[in-house]
């Protein structure tokens, strides 16, 4: 009989898939200007992977946020990093989000908490989550042209504090999604 695969252990999988995606890789101008990010898209597939349908339809990262505050459902539950981790660690489904507003942006920013122990942010001073980050690429990665005629970087694992403007404007909230 074969083994199950532990729930944290599949997210996982789903995570390196999600950041893997080269649909979901950022679009950069020629100069090296971000054009286009897709962390809604990745969020999308996510919370689907999970039974969670709450993403679907045309919505952006802030929309996305508006439905986790809002907590319609009665699914949602605004948590500590911490227990985000936690909560994905045992397969759980998770999120960082930030509004735009809230980071003075034109958009809003989503990623999905990885199933890992937090690690230290020298930008925080404190552990943070590590996210599944799909929009501004690995700045490690080079950047290579695509088919669009735009160039692309690979999205990365980073930790939150790598993924959101934490310096200037604070930490993300997180969020849990019960399927209950």
């Given at each position: 009989m074969a083994d199950k695969k532990d729930p944290g252990d599949a997210l996982k999988?789903?995570?390196?898939?999600?950041?893997?995606?080269?649909?979901?890789?950022?679009?950069?101008?020629?100069?090296g200007r971000v054009l286009?990010?897709?962390c809604n898209f990745g969020a999308r597939k996510m919370a689907q992977a999970a039974g969670c349908l709450e993403f679907n339809g045309d919505i952006n990262a802030?929309?996305?946020?508006?439905?986790?505050v809002s907590n319609k459902t009665g699914k949602w539950e605004k948590v500590s990093g911490r227990t985000a981790v936690l909560y994905a660690i045992d397969g759980g489904?998770?999120?960082?989000?930030?509004?735009?507003?809230?980071?003075?942006a034109a958009h809003g920013h989503i990623a999905v908490i990885r199933p890992e122990g937090m690690q230290k942010s020298l930008t925080l001073g404190h552990d943070v989550p590590i996210v599944a980050n799909i929009g501004v690429g690995d700045p490690s990665a080079p950047l290579v042209d695509t088919d669009k005629g735009t160039k692309t970087r690979k999205n990365w694992d980073c930790k939150v504090s790598q993924a959101f403007p934490c310096k200037k404007?604070?930490?993300?909230?997180?969020?849990?999604?019960?399927n209950t």
């Open positions: 999988d789903l995570c390196d898939a999600l950041v893997a995606d080269v649909s979901l890789q950022p679009e950069y101008s020629k100069d286009r990010t897709f802030d929309d996305m946020n508006k439905v986790m489904l998770a999120f960082a989000s930030a509004t735009g507003a809230s980071m003075k404007y604070g930490e993300p909230s997180y969020f849990i999604w019960r």
